[in-house]
Every structure is written in structure tokens, then in C-alpha cells.
């Protein structure tokens, strides 16, 4: 069945690093969501892309999806202490249901 | 609007008790889901219902039953509780399935002792 994979899970970075996680799939995707879970709390949807080589930006996040639809990244500019949390992907091929990564935990040093 | 709420917050059952979720959404989403999440193992997807009076299994159906009661409420039933089950469960809706983004409520804490 589909697989969407996050390596590593955790990551550490010092405020004002820059951080960057990828996320692969074993098949092509029709769609890739992003979800940020602050701890303690639940899932947030945070962008969807679609298209070959989607780029979009939120303030300092930017997400990609891979020319090939079988990867993603999330790339934070200058990290703040409120970037803490764990990020998911979630990807979902034509005619399959929507498949979490397991997640990446992000912890920032002040 | 509330979003998707859940009751109760938090729970303890005793191996072999039984106990219902209840989750519901105020958004007139077509698909509601249910999620374990363990440490490590990320969103497990329990079941779900990708419209009102359907329902199927997903990854981790096993010690499970659900009802979708009308388009705004989906409950999660655990028959006969294990340890193996303690756990967050997340209920979450979405437009329709798949491709349109899952809104999530705020979670149980299970225990099973």
C-alpha cells in the first residue's frame, strides 16, 4: 500500500537556524497536505499543494512538492520558539485514502 | 462554529470495559475519520465514513466499531477495552475524502489499566 515517509523524527535547531524536512512517498501523489500539532494539542492543517513543482509560502515557511509528485519539503527561515512542534505530511494517490507520515518533532534552542 | 468537538477530554477504563467516543462537526463536512496516535507511530487511521451511512475500515480497525449517527456525528466504540488501546484518539472532518483538508478535534486521552 501507499507509504508516506518523514526521516528523521526528531530534530533539534538553535533560534534562528534555518530548518528544512523532507517528506517521500513510495507512489505518485495527487495531493500533499501539511499539519503542524503544537504539544499537547491536535492537528492543524496548514497547505495543500497539487501541482508538479508547487512552491508556496507563509511567512517564513515555504513548501514544495516534487516535479516527480512523489516528495515534499518544508523549509523554516530563522526559527522561532514558536515553530516548536511536530510537523506531518500527508499524501493521497488516485483512488487511495489520505496517508500520515509519521511526523517530524522539531525543538528549538532559545 | 465549534469545529469538531469530541467528548469526553479524558478516560480511564479497566481491561474489558467498554466505552463510546462521540465526535461531531458543526461545518457540514461530507467525511469524518477516527485516528489513534501513539508515540513514534504518528496518525493511525482507525475508520472512517466518507459520507453520511457508509462507513469502512482503515489501518488499525481491529477491537473497533464506529456509527456514522447522521452527517454531524460519527462515535468510536470500544467493545471490550485493552491495554494495547490506551492512546489519543483524534476524530476529524473533511469536506469530502482525501483531497480536501481534515479538521481535527481536540483529542482523547484513553487509558486502559
Known amino acids: 500500500g501507499q507509504q508516506v515517509m518523514q526521516i528523521p523524527q526528531y530534530q533539534h535547531v538553535q533560534e534562528g537556524e534555518d530548518f528544512t524536512t523532507y517528506c517521500n512517498s513510495s507512489t505518485t501523489l495527487s495531493n500533499i497536505q501539511w499539519y503542524k500539532q503544537r504539544p499537547g494539542g491536535h492537528p492543524v492543517f496548514l497547505i495543500q499543494l497539487v501541482k508538479s513543482g508547487e512552491v508556496k509560502k507563509q511567512k517564513r515557511l515555504t513548501f514544495q512538492f516534487g516535479e516527480a509528485k512523489k516528495n515534499s519539503s518544508l523549509h523554516i527561515t530563522a526559527t522561532q520558539t514558536t515553530d516548536v512542534g511536530t510537523y506531518f505530511c500527508a499524501g493521497s494517490g488516485a483512488n487511495s485514502k489520505l496517508t500520515f507520515g509519521k511526523g517530524i518533532t522539531l525543538s528549538v534552542r532559545p | 462554529n465549534a469545529g469538531v468537538t469530541q467528548t469526553p477530554k479524558f478516560q480511564v477504563l479497566k481491561t474489558g470495559q467498554s466505552m463510546t467516543l462521540q465526535c461531531a462537526q458543526d461545518m457540514n463536512h461530507n467525511s469524518m475519520y477516527w485516528y489513534r496516535q501513539d508515540p513514534g507511530m504518528g496518525l493511525r487511521l482507525i475508520y472512517y465514513?466518507?459520507?453520511?451511512?457508509?462507513?469502512d475500515k482503515g489501518e488499525v480497525p481491529n477491537g473497533y466499531n464506529v456509527s456514522r449517527l447522521n452527517k454531524r456525528e460519527f462515535s468510536l466504540r470500544l467493545e471490550s477495552a485493552a491495554p494495547s488501546q490506551t492512546s489519543v484518539y483524534f476524530c476529524?472532518?473533511?469536506?469530502?475524502?482525501?483531497?480536501?483538508?481534515?479538521?481535527f478535534g481536540p483529542g482523547t486521552r484513553l487509558t486502559v489499566t
Open positions: 476529524a472532518s473533511s469536506r469530502d475524502r482525501d483531497s480536501y483538508e481534515q479538521y
Open positions: 465514513s466518507a459520507s453520511e451511512g457508509t462507513t
